[in-house]
């Protein structure tokens, strides 16, 4: 099952308010970047459907920029009256999934979003998309595998 890249977003925002984990847009993008490498490589299909495009700043979902750009590169959460984000309890996220994103999330808490971009841009697969401007969900399954 895939998801709105929106609500998926939303969730790790929550996530990281519940564990006090800083989430600054760019690192936003970065996580779910690693979010949508996870599920296209172990459970067979995309976390969520909105395209993955390459930037010089690392990987942009638009729905999401469009959303938290704003905000610059401050911690999403110091904004959180204007985020309406949703209970993690009331997601529309299934449970397996949520565990997922929740492991994924506590594993790259620990980086910044330059560290997490300094490992995503070595990668045969983000400098194979560079050329066509996208990380193609397939791309990243033979990669990943």
């Keep these: 099952m895939s998801y709105k890249v ?12 519940e ?7 760019p690192k936003l993008q970065k996580i779910l970047y690693f979010l949508q490498a996870y599920f296209v490589t172990k459970k067979g299909n995309v976390c969520f459907e909105e395209e993955i495009e390459v930037h010089k700043t690392g990987p942009v979902i638009s729905e999401v920029s469009s959303i938290y750009n704003r ?15 949703t209970p993690l309890n009331e997601s529309p996220i299934e ?10 999330v506590d594993w ?6 330059s560290e997490l971009f300094d490992a995503i841009k070595n990668q045969d697969v983000w400098k194979n ?17």
């Design 6 to 17: 929106e609500d998926v977003g939303k969730y790790v925002l929550e996530y990281c308010r």
């Design 19 to 25: 564990k006090n984990y800083d989430i600054p847009h």
């Design 71 to 85: 905000y610059g590169g401050y911690d999403l959460l110091i904004f959180e009256k204007n985020l309406n984000l």
């Design 95 to 104: 449970l397996s999934d949520r565990e997922i994103i929740e492991r994924i």
């Design 108 to 113: 790259l808490s620990v980086y910044s979003s």
């Design 129 to 145: 998309s560079i050329e066509s401007g996208v990380v193609m969900p397939t791309e990243m399954a033979k990669y990943y595998a």
